[in-house]
């Protein structure tokens, strides 16, 4: 028997990141995490790297991670894949801006890292969605990784499942997934635990992806990327009976089959008494939230007021003053739809006001481009979304004023 141990890592840091905490985990993890990777030569790494990341590495300058994990690619020990550019949980924005992030995301990785096929899809927090899985398919995608609790069954470790949509899905051994990211396992009782999840005697061999954080080695517990992945990968180098490989390369050695049961709306945070209250994304939507309440009032009317914008776009070319305040707007836009605003709401138990408040920035700086641009057509379209946003954010700071003066049990961050 020979089990497959296929690894994921997401790499991910929201565009308003603070430069000087992104160059703190750039020193403590990034650049460990890759000079380690390079040392071992069994490693095979399925890797989403997210778009937003990289423009942030421009602007610091931070070339040397970037190049390091150019050779990685072309020594085979990285398997890159695709995304949304700026990290939008996808089941909740509109499909057109779905589409307009995955391309987004596209161009961005192509620039660093040019003609790296990009057969498989991370979906932001692996949130999912029946109509998601088709859009990623459309996409030009071959395979999406979800977390277990999207199967209708305990995930296939024996098989690979495809949807109805045609696209293959992968799940993550959540279990063994959370036991990694929180340090419930070492190196050694992880690769025991592998080695013997199917019986002793058992003949038939067997798969196990695990998915986490990048950041969970090195910055969120310190020197993880060596006494964890890197002591894995010696523990495993010489056995024949645990083998590495990219999540793209289970299909040569799986059958693959269709399954006849849908994906279940969820994330890697969801759990299955979420999924028993109808809440699949209970960290970005919960319809129990005070503050996602104002925050989703916010995005929908933003929604429909660069709706309005993109319909006069065209028509308008010419106009200078019409365009500038456009493609103003839709830079703020764009990057507005990131996940970790809404996460800092959840209260369960993340809680940061200050991040919060980042998140309905970039939301009013749309606004008020999108504004003005329809307002140099000398148009009235756009009032009504406009003045929901700004009275939607008037009363989110009141919310999170509320919130701190109820005394609520969370952690806060301060100006962090």
């Known amino acids: 028997m020979t089990i497959f141990w296929a690894p994921l890592l997401h790499v991910y840091q929201p565009p308003w990141q603070d430069l000087e905490i992104l160059q703190e985990i750039y020193k403590e993890c990034y650049m460990p995490l890759l000079t380690m990777l390079e040392r071992h030569e069994n490693v095979k790494i399925t890797l989403n790297v997210q778009g937003c990341l990289l423009d942030l590495f421009t602007r610091l300058g931070l070339k040397e991670a970037r190049e390091i994990l150019r050779k990685l690619i072309q020594n085979g020990k990285v398997e890159l894949i695709g995304s949304a550019k700026y990290h939008p949980i996808l089941p909740l924005i509109p499909k057109d801006e779905i589409i307009h992030q995955i391309k987004l995301n596209e161009k961005t990785l192509n620039h660093h890292f040019p003609g790296h096929p990009l057969k498989g899809f991370f979906p932001p927090e692996m949130a999912i969605s029946t109509n998601l899985c088709q859009i990623i398919k459309n996409s030009g995608y071959s395979w999406t990784i979800l977390d277990g609790v999207a199967n209708s069954d305990k995930w296939p470790n024996d098989y690979i499942q495809k949807s109805d ?234 919310e999170i004023i509320d919130q701190e003066a109820a005394g609520q049990k969370v952690r806060t961050y301060g100006d962090f």
Not at 182 to 193: E, H, L
Not at 270 to 293: G, Q
Not at 295 to 306: D, G, I, T
Not at 322 to 340: G, I
């Open 165 to 398: 949509s045609g696209l293959i899905t992968f799940f993550r051994d959540s279990i063994v997934s959370n036991m990694i990211s929180f340090a419930k396992i070492d190196a050694d009782g992880f690769v025991d635990k592998i080695s013997k999840m199917h019986g002793e005697k058992s003949k038939k061999d067997h798969f196990i992806i695990t998915a986490q954080d990048a950041e969970t080695f090195g910055h969120h517990i310190k020197f993880y990327e060596t006494r964890f992945l890197g002591k894995v990968f010696s523990l495993i180098e010489d056995r024949d009976d645990i083998k590495m490989c990219f999540l793209s390369d289970l299909v040569d050695f799986f059958p693959v089959k269709k399954s006849k049961k849908a994906i279940k709306p969820s994330s890697w945070s969801t759990t299955a008494s979420d999924i028993a209250s109808r809440v699949p994304y209970p960290l970005w939507a919960s319809p129990l939230n005070p503050v996602h309440k104002y925050q989703y009032r916010m995005l929908k009317a933003l929604n429909k007021l660069m709706f309005i914008v993109e319909k006069y776009c065209k028509l308008n070319g010419k106009n200078s003053e019409f365009q500038n305040y456009y493609r103003t707007a839709r830079y703020f836009y764009d990057q507005s739809m990131h996940s970790c605003w809404l996460w800092w709401a959840s209260m369960r138990p993340m809680w940061s006001p200050n991040l919060i408040y980042k998140g309905a920035d970039l939301i009013m700086k749309a606004a008020l481009n999108a504004q003005l641009a329809l307002i140099n057509l000398r148009i009235g379209a756009g009032d009504e979304d406009y003045g929901i946003i700004m009275d939607n954010t008037e009363k989110l700071m009141t």
